[in-house]
C-alpha cells in the first residue's frame, strides 16, 4: 500500500489527467475530503454516505490515502455547480477512472464515482 506522499503523487498526476480530458466539455476538478477526522467520518456514516463509523472501522480518508475529486462546470447562468460525471460524461469519466487503476488505485464505486483510494 502507497504511503501518503506516493498517493499524494499519484492524486495530483489524477487531477492534471481528468483536467486534460475533460477541459474541452468545460469542466474542471475539484479536489475535497482529503483528510476527515473522526468525528466527520462519523457523522457521514450516520448519514448511510459511508460504511466507516470513524472509529472501529476507519476510512481512507482518515489515513489520509483517499480524497474525492469532484467534477464542476458552468451552470448555464455564470457559476459553477458540481456535476455527476457519470450523467454528464460517462465515458470519459471511466477512462478517468481507468487512469486511477492504471496509477495504482482502486477501481471506482458505483455508489461513490468521485472517491479516488489507493490499493
Known amino acids: 500500500m502507497p504511503n501518503r506522499r506516493d498517493f499524494t503523487l499519484m492524486l495530483a498526476d489524477q487531477i492534471l489527467f481528468i483536467g486534460r480530458t475533460l477541459k474541452n466539455l468545460g469542466l474542471a476538478v475539484q479536489i475535497d475530503w482529503t483528510l476527515r477526522s473522526a468525528h466527520e467520518q ?12 470513524g472509529y472501529t472501522k476507519i ?3 482518515q489515513k489520509g490515502l483517499a480524497a474525492d475529486l469532484l467534477v464542476i462546470g458552468p451552470d448555464g447562468k455564470g457559476k459553477l455547480v458540481l456535476v455527476d460525471p457519470m450523467q454528464r460524461c460517462p465515458d470519459l469519466w471511466r477512462e478517468c477512472r481507468d487512469h486511477w487503476v492504471e496509477l495504482g488505485g482502486e477501481a471506482m464505486i458505483s455508489w461513490d464515482c468521485c472517491h479516488h483510494e489507493t490499493k
Open 42 to 53: 462519523n457523522v457521514l456514516f450516520l448519514a448511510g454516505r459511508s460504511k466507516c463509523d
Open 59 to 61: 476510512s481512507a480518508h
